[in-house]
């Protein structure tokens, strides 16, 4: 039985909060989950980001 799905392809928007939950969650785990706010205040930081959404 073959259980391997293949990755979904993202989008630049989903790139972009994936990986703002991924360093929030690195950098800043005393605040984790975030808020939604929080997330898309990370979302929309526009220094340290490519592609900028």
Partial sequence: MDTNKPLP?????QIRVLGALMEKAKTTPDY??????????ACNQKTSR???V
């Fill in 32 to 41: 984790y989950p975030m808020t939604m706010n929080g997330l898309v205040s």
């Fill in 50 to 52: 490519k592609p900028v």
């Fill in 9 to 13: 392809i993202l989008d630049a928007a």
